[in-house]
């Protein structure tokens, strides 16, 4: 996997070269990352880009210095590469920013600057910026029936105590010894799965728990869509009753406008709702355990009602709705108003028995 | 541990009783957690509470309220030590929320109004809110030769491969079985942690590497103090040459004022700064690394030179006189600036050689 990075990198800085042998303006061809070439690709279930490219050329005064810069980042990588090592994206604008020689311009003046040009990179050479060795804070836990290698060291989920394992920012390098779980339970928060892990839901469903920490992370996001893929194993997301934790569901499920040139990577298109809904609210009596809604919520939950994908799905168009109409949200915790073992014993359970899910 | 706390609690609850036997009006001594009564120990090194406590009484409109909502978070506590489970401040706030009966008044009307009482809840019988089983996020990663022993699992934390373990938020209850270290390294970003880490450091130097991820939370405070404590081992605190990396060694080192009564079970009043100083701006040639301070970070440079414990300290004075005289401020990712090994195989080694840390 590295070596093809590594010819990709390579061929990029060749391309350039050849342009200067010919005499040619030296270009790259970036695909356009706004919103007017992002589309709903109905087939695979996920945002992706579209075909539009632009050129960013050396000899330009708009487009000089964000050359220069998208240069060095490719450099950059290719010798985190060589070096078999790995950066944080804000290791990689310290150790870029410079200020050139006889002059007060910098390389860089902020991470502003270093961070997009990344993202340009990933998608002008149609690679992960994790396979170019840059990574973010890890984010993201997990627990159960698995045994893992990874660098080296074999790492059994089952035996991680209260921590669980951490998920590192770059998942695609860790390899699966065994996997023994029936399906996959993504968590929106860290104290439900605490509540969970403490309870061996885990354990007593024969399932691998997940707990993102609010919107995964691109790791997060990877590692779920290696098990739906590798072990083809359902992935269950299980999130607050409201705008947000629907649109972690979607993003889960088909990526998200700002990721959408990687969402083929990080996407799980099969994914499904488990709840919390708002008819939940109703149907397991947590009425006393709601909170008014705010503007932001309902206006959010108004443009989620618009989404491609659950413009599809009279049951979405319910629910949004409900929350709507009802002004009212709910976090999962809210289920702890039945007894802190609720969750684990009896609404999981049920909802997994009726297969009741949101597609 | 757990039998002495309940203990406690049952104390609580017998004095509430025997006050309604002798016909007296049923109160609670809460110590005062204010500024007022929060004073710097210099023989421990720590800040503390005071002697200034406050009663809380039943029949009292000012009171009522808040004694009933004592009671029941006592009672809640108490139920989790008997089922032997944990839970969540939020779950807390969930599971005790409700209306009372023929009235539209709350018990709770948000979690704000749940959170402190559990403060005071610590401060009147003198607990942590971790023996009470009340947890937060978890926060912070470690790794090094050491196997603990969690909830019947054996944990090594040298062969979590990249991951590292995650540190939960109750750590009073791990075992130590094996801790084969020199030091402890506290790193303020999780950044500096993945780097060190991928270097493997803490195999090369024989140390304990704790990721912290900003501020510490309390069950890495409390581990950083059980390491120090039970085996001996020196602590250095590795942080961003500005006001809050100061600020962060100052909290590990001497508590801070808001858990002041918790100060002697979580902090650690030998650790000492590794750095990054403004003078090693200078002395690593980092100067084209720096950012411009903000405002904020010289009033907060200007509060920490009164703290009395960087007050007897001539070095800290002229390391936070030089950040208020240069205006500059640098993070510990600047490092990278001379190359992404110079943090593991130049910086550290030398101050660890020369012995350089601040106290």
Known sequence: MTTKVKIELEKLGQKVLNDIDKKENPNIDIPIRALSNVIFDKKSGQLTLGNKTAKRYFFNVAHAKKFMQTMMVASFCKSLLDEEIHASIRDMYYNLKRTLADSNENTFDEQSESDPIIVDLEVAIDVLREQLHLTTDRKGIVAGNVVIEDRGDKIDWSKLGSGGWSIPSTVDEIGFKTVDAEFVLVVEKNAGFERLHEDKFWQKRNCILIGTGGQPSRGTRLLIQRLNNEHKLPVYVFADADAYGVYIYSVIKSGSISLAHVSDRIATPSAKFIGLTISDIYDYDLKKATIKAKD?????????????????????????????????KAEIEALSHRGLKFMSEEYLPDKLKKQDFLD
């Open 296 to 328: 932001v919520d309902i206006k959010r939950a108004k443009e989620l009602l618009e989404y491609e994908w659950f413009k599809k799905n009279p049951r979405w168009q319910r629910e949004l709705n409900l929350m709507i109409e009802k002004g009212i």
